[in-house]
C-alpha cells in the first residue's frame, strides 16, 4: 500500500510566484515525522523541512513552509517567491518507527522566468 | 562540517564484478541508512545500522548485496556478482537521535552495470 503519495508529477510556476506541492501520507503510528527533501539536476538530496506530527503549529524554513492538515493527511510543501533555482524534483517522506524514510515519487517542478 | 561523504561517485564496471560502495557518516551522528534510487521504483532503503548495528535488511534485494559498519566513521555496500539491473544511484544518509531525527544525504554513487 502506497504509504506517500505526490499526485503531481510535473508542476510549473512563474518566478516570484507561490506553489505548493501536495502531499498525503498514511500512518496508524500517532508519533510520525513529515520531511520534504529538494534533488536538483546534479543529484543530490537537500533536506528542507521537517513536520512532527505533535507539532502544533506549521514548519516554516525561510521561502519554505509546510500546510500541515493532520485530519486530512497532508502535508503540502509551500515555496514563496519561486526562483530559478528552485526548479528541482521535490521528494515528500515519512519517519517510519526505527527510524526509515519512506519516500513519495516525487514531484518535478519548473519555475519559469 | 563536511557532511556525508560517497565513494566513488561514479563507478562503472561490467556484469560480474565485484562492487563496493562506500560511506563516511557525519561525525556524532549514530545512525546510517543505504538507499537506492532508480527511475522505475523510486528511492528505496536497503538497509540501516544503529551505533554500526544493522537494525533491518529486509531492503536488500538478494543475497549478492551486503553491507557492513565496522566502525561509526564507515560503512560499505558492497555487490558481488553485480548484474545490469543493479544499476542506479545509491544513497548514504546519517542521522543524529534526537530531535527531529533529520536524515542528512550524501551526494550519492552512480552506478552503472554493463
Known amino acids: 500500500a502506497q504509504k506517500i503519495t505526490q499526485t503531481q508529477p510535473g508542476m510549473f510556476v512563474q518566478e516570484k510566484e507561490a506553489v505548493t506541492l501536495d502531499c498525503t501520507y498514511d500512518t496508524s503510528d500517532p508519533s510520525y515525522g513529515l520531511f520534504w527533501y529538494k534533488q536538483p539536476s546534479s543529484g543530490e538530496m537537500i533536506f528542507l523541512i521537517y513536520?512532527?506530527?505533535?507539532?502544533?503549529q506549521n514548519a516554516t524554513e525561510g521561502r519554505y513552509s509546510l500546510n500541515f492538515q493532520k485530519a486530512r493527511k497532508s502535508a503540502n510543501l509551500v515555496i514563496s517567491a519561486s526562483q530559478l533555482g528552485d526548479s528541482a524534483m521535490y521528494f515528500c517522506?515519512?519517519?517510519?518507527?526505527?527510524?526509515?524514510?519512506?519516500f513519495g515519487q516525487g514531484t518535478e517542478l519548473s519555475v519559469k522566468p | 562540517d563536511a557532511g556525508v561523504i560517497q565513494s566513488p561517485r561514479h563507478e562503472v564496471t561490467e556484469m560480474g564484478q565485484e562492487v563496493t560502495l562506500r560511506c563516511k557518516p557525519i561525525?556524532?551522528?549514530?545512525?546510517l541508512f543505504w538507499y537506492r534510487q532508480t527511475m522505475m521504483r523510486g528511492l528505496e532503503l536497503l538497509i540501516y545500522?544503529?551505533?554500526?548495528?544493522?537494525?533491518?535488511d529486509s531492503g536488500m534485494p538478494e543475497d549478492r548485496f551486503s553491507a557492513k559498519m565496522p566502525n561509526a566513521s564507515f560503512s560499505t555496500l558492497k555487490i558481488q556478482p553485480s548484474e545490469p539491473r543493479d544499476s542506479a544511484v545509491y544513497f548514504c544518509?546519517?542521522?543524529?537521535?534526537?530531535?527531529?531525527?533529520?536524515?542528512?544525504f550524501g551526494p550519492g554513487t552512480r552506478l552503472l552495470v554493463l
Open positions: 544518509a546519517t542521522r543524529e537521535e534526537g530531535f527531529q531525527e533529520t536524515q542528512y
Open positions: 513536520q512532527g506530527s505533535y507539532d502544533q
Open positions: 561525525s556524532g551522528h549514530n545512525s
Open positions: 517522506a515519512m519517519r517510519e518507527e526505527g527510524g526509515k524514510l519512506i
Open positions: 545500522f544503529n551505533n554500526n548495528v544493522p537494525i533491518d
